[in-house]
């Protein structure tokens, strides 16, 4: 199979939807054919599909949200843009509030097919303003559906699902992942919400991880391996629909659990699965639930400061050996 | 603007029902009967009216807290919304919207957000679908003077000024955002000078004159709808009642008060309609039973509504 990088799978999505669908457009800050996306998601799809489908906003969060919703409860299927998933703060009211609340608080009478895409993560030293993860505040708002992929593959398939949904979809991305490349069929593919995957099988222990922090977990798995550790890996690909069921078959056979996600620890969405877990599957774990995620700190800027908050594969490993023995 | 005797009487119609809704929906409130709060139009129903009347059925509107005249204004019906207010499976929402959150999608009514100012990007995304789909629709997008300052308003219309969206910004400015008077939070006297930052029309009318308004907005309307841009028009209007149910409104100086029920629009309109003799006295009472009447009939079937079953609470959080 072909190899192409998460980056050009993002695109080759938007693309392909925006041929199957006139009213699919795409807006935000530098999308256009003058800067082609922050990290280059929208590369050439200006220039295919003109300026009024791949619109540059002025920097405005909350409108670009704002406006977003307005075109996807009037028709239109807008995919929005927000260059960073810190700035989801300038439009929090339109997402929390408006998008989210918009079919509910109508009672049905509208759907609201908006994608907010935007990349999260550290890792690449810029500091407290571009690289934290935002997951669990998103996770808390009824009627947003969020989608996380960790491959080329996931990320063209739950992208052209996102698209194709009738409900709002926080899309979030990794700024480590978008070079990656990996395995991505030529045909038309989709990935449903809600179905975990299975990234590596294993029989000891269970290590569920979203993200960058996915491919930290294999690589810790292909260690511990080494030691005669057989770790399982789990994606769940999306946390709403979560799908509890594969994660907590997992535990099931494995009887143990660590979760690897590059969020704060605090209330994060490593708490929501661990408590999933003790409610659906306490009586099938043999060890306590683990948990490695950041530390409750902003991201620091100086390398070693920030490589010190970031999961890693050292800590992973440290937390399968806590609980196997 | 000469207008045709059928318009201006249904433009009275429509002023009348909302006076006498908010009326009853009052009197409804006093016999416990509509659970949370209520923030009424009455007062303000020349501006409503007088926007609406310059749109077609699917031409949008976007709403606030205070919509009940938004509503029907823009044709959604009386027990319908009545419903809603008392959270009874029949009303627009099926009971999960409530006062400040009515819509009516089949009459281009987008909904009501209680989130001061949020209607306002979300008005212009309207004019961005209308604009990307081709249509010659309009929209417009309804809030108060309370709402200019908040930063939706400076994002949402310079999207629309920039993108010359079909959209007509409608700034009730009824002097108080809840018991804040307008000159304690900006230095400016017409919100519609905020036009000029934006590079589009910014028009002040008397928001109590239905007529000054359907002319400002007919303009306005006509400008959207030829694809020449978002206009801003300001109203200056007063609410009768305070700002919700519990709000006795003491700080507002009785004289001002006192000054502006004498300006009321429902009155002044019906003088007007009588010296031009589009009217007669016996007219005036026959359209005031009916509505009277209509309203009635509505709060009837709002009262008599089933409640929603409370699973239902559960449905349309997603589609």
Redo the contacts between chains.
């Keep these: 199979m072909r190899q192409i990088t998460y980056r050009d799978a993002l695109r080759e999505a938007l693309r392909e939807e925006m041929l199957r669908d006139k ?1 699919v ?1 795409v807006l935000g800050e530098d999308v256009g054919r003058y800067w082609q996306g922050a990290f280059k998601v929208t590369k050439g799809l200006a220039e295919e599909f003109g300026d ?2 791949v619109r540059d ?2 920097i ?1 969060e ?2 670009i ?12 299927k ?1 995919i929005a843009e927000i260059m960073f998933g810190d700035l989801s703060a300038l439009a929090m ?2 997402i929390a ?2 998008v989210a609340k ?10 609201v097919p908006v994608v907010i895409r935007m990349p999260f993560g550290a890792g690449v030293n810029i500091a407290a303003h571009h690289s934290q993860s935002l997951e669990a505040w998103f996770m808390h708002v ?2 947003l ?1 969020i989608a996380l992929p960790s491959t080329p593959y996931d990320a063209k398939g739950l992208l052209k699902t996102a698209i194709r ?3 709002p979809v926080m899309f979030f991305e990794h700024k480590l992942l978008y070079p990656l490349e990996g395995p991505v069929p030529e045909e038309e593919y989709t990935i449903p919400f809600g179905v975990a995957d299975v990234k590596r099988e294993g029989e000891d222990v269970t290590v569920v991880a979203t993200l960058y922090m996915v491919h930290k977990a294999l690589a810790a798995a292909k260690m511990l391996s080494k030691e005669g550790i057989d770790v399982e890996v789990i994606d769940p690909r999306t946390l709403a629909p979560l799908d509890k069921q594969s994660i907590v078959n997992s535990v099931k056979n494995t009887g143990r659990i660590v979760i690897v996600t590059e969020d704060c620890k605090t209330a994060g969405v490593s708490a929501e699965i661990a408590a999933i877990v003790a409610e659906e599957s306490l009586d099938y774990l043999d060890a306590p639930i683990k948990r490695v995620a950041e530390p409750d700190t902003p991201i620091p800027f100086s390398p070693p400061l920030e490589q010190f908050v970031i999961p890693n594969e050292k800590s992973i490993i440290k937390a399968v050996k806590e609980i196997v023995y | 603007m000469n207008l045709e005797k059928e318009k201006l009487l249904e433009m009275y119609r429509k002023m009348l029902e909302i006076r006498h809704f908010e009326e009853k929906a009052f009197e409804l409130y006093g016999q416990n009967l509509v659970p949370g709060t209520l923030h009424l139009y009455a007062g303000q129903e020349a501006v409503a009216v007088g926007v609406c009347a310059n749109l077609r059925k699917d031409d ?1 509107i ?1 709403s606030t807290h205070r919509g009940h005249g938004h509503c029907i204004a823009k044709g959604a019906q009386l027990d319908r919304i009545m419903a809603e207010i008392l959270g009874k499976k029949t ?7 409530g006062s400040m ?1 009515i ?3 089949s009459v281009g009514m ?2 009501a ?1 209680a ?1 001061v100012g ?1 209607g ?14 081709g249509t010659d629709q309009v929209v417009a997008c309804f809030f108060g003077e309370g709402a200019s300052n908040q ?2 308003f ?3 219309i ?2 629309a000024a ?1 993108w010359t969206l079909p959209v007509v910004f409608v700034c009730e400015n009824n002097l108080y955002a809840m018991g804040t008077r307008q000159t304690n939070v900006m230095l400016i006297e017409n919100v519609a000078e905020r036009a000029v930052a934006y590079g589009i029309p910014g028009v002040t009318v008397d928001g109590n004159d239905v007529l000054a308004v359907y002319e400002a907005a007919h303009e306005a309307v006509k400008r959207a709808r030829e694809s020449r841009g978002p206009t801003l028009i300001e109203c200056k209007t007063y609410r009768h009642k305070g700002h919700s149910r519990f709000d006795p409104a003491t700080y507002r100086p009785k004289e001002e008060v006192e000054e502006w029920l004498k300006k009321d629009s429902v009155q002044r309109f019906k003088a007007k309609l009588l010296e031009m003799k589009i009217l007669t006295e016996t007219e005036v009472d026959k359209i005031e039973q009916d509505v009277i009447a209509a309203v009635e009939k509505a709060a009837k079937f709002a009262i008599d509504s089933p409640c929603p079953a409370p699973e239902e609470a559960l ?5």
Excluded at chain 1, 102 to 111: N, P, V
Excluded at chain 2, 315 to 319: I, K, R, T
């Design positions: 009213t457009f009024e489908r906003t002025p405005s909350s409108a949200v704002g406006v977003a919703a307005g075109a996807a409860i009037t028709g239109m807008p009211d339109q509030n408006q918009l079919r509910y608080m109508f009672g049905g009478q509208t759907r009824p009627g559906k949904d009738g409900d | 949008y976007t009303g627009y929402c099926k009971g999960k919207g959150h819509a009516d999608f987008l909904g957000t989130v949020a306002i990007p979300i008005a212009s995304g309207a004019g961005l679908s209308i604009k990307l789909r930063g939706t400076h994002e949402g310079n999207m920039i449905e349309d959080v997603c589609a």
